[in-house]
């Protein structure tokens, strides 16, 4: 049986899972650094609090920490309501030997070589790839017939060594 094709078309409609998916990734990977500048501006400001020069550390703190929170939050809720009022969008991708090219609906297109993939991540129901610093999300459900295997077997061949995380 051979796998191997040159070029795969891959169409699938993106459900309100997806986006919420790939968007709490994305924002874990950069909260981890708000969070640790808020645990910074915390220590200095317990220190400042030990040393009676800061009366009422709180005062910052607290902002400080609803902001993140809130932050955190508040985009999975304007996603949820945002596809209230819209239909739902394709997720549309080129790929071949070269390079992948992501389709979006609204004339966004973004092309990205093999060898600029940082790190690949496969999971239960879809693959995450990192491209420097875009985050593609394509979900398994939309790879037909032998696309998956050819797929695996592409990024067998042109990913970089070093962004193969999982077993492909």
Known sequence: MDTKVTK????????LL??????LRCSFLALRYLWLISAIILIVLLFLNA???WPNP??????????LAGGTLI?????IVRRLFRKLPEIKADIDEESIKI????????????????????????????????????PKRGFVDQQESAFRNLLRTQAPASALKCKI
Do not use: C, H
Request: glycine residues 8%.
């Open 8 to 15: 795969i078309e891959y169409r699938v409609s993106n459900r």
């Open 103 to 138: 389709l979006g609906d609204n004339g966004f297109s973004y092309e990205a070589s093999w060898r600029n993939l940082t790190w690949i991540k496969e999971g239960s129901s879809a693959y995450l790839m990192r491209f420097n610093k875009l985050f593609v999300r394509l």
């Open 58 to 67: 709180w005062a910052i703190l607290l902002p400080v920490v609803a902001g």
């Open 75 to 79: 985009g999975p809720i304007t996603l």
């Open 51 to 53: 040393l009676s020069f």
């Open 18 to 23: 997806d986006s919420l998916k790939l968007q």
